[in-house]
């Protein structure tokens, strides 16, 4: 599969339930968007709170991200296409115009790779 992975920071004018509501909106975007943009899967993941994390024995950077986004795709192929597709193009831009209400894209970051199964 491959992959998009995107860290999230949200505007901070938002709280955290009114970013998660944002997204939960954005959400039903995506979904419609989803044949256009063969899109296979998408999930979202939101941190614990560190209260209620518990020990990994590592010392790794804290975790700045109000959340994290997955879209995957069943190659890299149809990633491409769909994004140079006319509608692909009409899709993103309307996605993007939304995604910049509720997250802080100067903070987040955004990774495309190819995911290999080891088990």
């Known amino acids: 599969m491959f992959k998009v992975i995107m860290f999230v920071c949200k505007k901070e004018t938002l709280s955290t339930e ?3 509501a944002r ?3 954005h959400s039903e975007k995506v979904s419609q968007f989803r044949t256009v943009l063969n899109i296979k899967a998408y999930t979202k993941t939101f ?3 560190p209260e209620h994390s518990p020990s990994t024995d590592r010392k790794t ?4 991200f109000d ?6 795709y069943e190659n890299k192929e149809e990633f491409v296409n769909a994004r140079n597709s006319i509608a692909g193009k009409q899709a993103l831009t ?4 939304d995604e910049e209400t509720f997250v802080d894209l100067t903070r987040s970051v955004m990774w495309l790779g190819q995911e290999e199964v080891v088990w």
């Open 18 to 20: 009114e970013f998660i």
């Open 61 to 64: 950077l804290p975790f700045v």
């Open 47 to 49: 941190p614990s709170k």
């Open 23 to 25: 997204w939960q909106l």
């Open 94 to 97: 309307a996605l993007k115009a």
């Open 67 to 72: 959340a994290m986004g997955e879209l995957w």
